[in-house]
C-alpha cells in the first residue's frame, strides 16, 4: 500500500530533525525529484544533499519547530521556524517549504527561508 502524502512528509521531518538525511533520501525521495530554491534549480538525491548541507551550515544541531503542516492530496506544505545561538549572537529563521508526493515518494519540493536576529 502506497503511504499518503502526511505519512511521507511526517517521516521526512522525523528523519530530518534527527539529522538522518541518507535515511531520508531512501525512504522518502524520488530519485529524480526536482527542487526549487533561492540556490537555483536542483535534481536528485545530490541535489538534496546540497540544500540540506547549506541549511545545515546555518541551523547545525536542527533546533527545528514544526509550526503547521497541510496536506491536501499529493501537495504538502510546511511552516517551519528554527534557532541558532553561536557565541553572542542568535539568529532565527523562518520557512515555508512545499512538496508534491506521487506513489508514495516526494518528487518536488520548494524550501524557502529567511534569517533574522
Known amino acids: 500500500m502506497t503511504r499518503t502524502t502526511e505519512e511521507v512528509l511526517r517521516d521526512h521531518l522525523r528523519r530530518r530533525k534527527t539529522g538522518d538525511v541518507e535515511g531520508d533520501l531512501r525512504t522518502n525521495y524520488h530519485p529524480d525529484v526536482r527542487l526549487l530554491s533561492a540556490e ?6 545530490d541535489g538534496v544533499r546540497y540544500l ?12 527545528y519547530h ?5 496536506a491536501d492530496g499529493e501537495v504538502a506544505m510546511l ?3 528554527g534557532r541558532c545561538v553561536a557565541g ?6 523562518d520557512g515555508v517549504d512545499s512538496y508534491v508526493v506521487r506513489d508514495g515518494l516526494l518528487v518536488a519540493q520548494t524550501i524557502h527561508y529567511s534569517a533574522s536576529a
Open 79 to 81: 511552516v517551519w521556524s
Open 40 to 45: 537555483g534549480v536542483h535534481h536528485g538525491h
Open 88 to 93: 553572542d549572537t542568535a539568529a532565527r529563521y
Open 66 to 70: 514544526y509550526r503547521q503542516m497541510l
Open 52 to 63: 540540506a548541507g547549506i541549511l545545515r551550515s546555518y541551523l547545525k544541531d536542527g533546533d
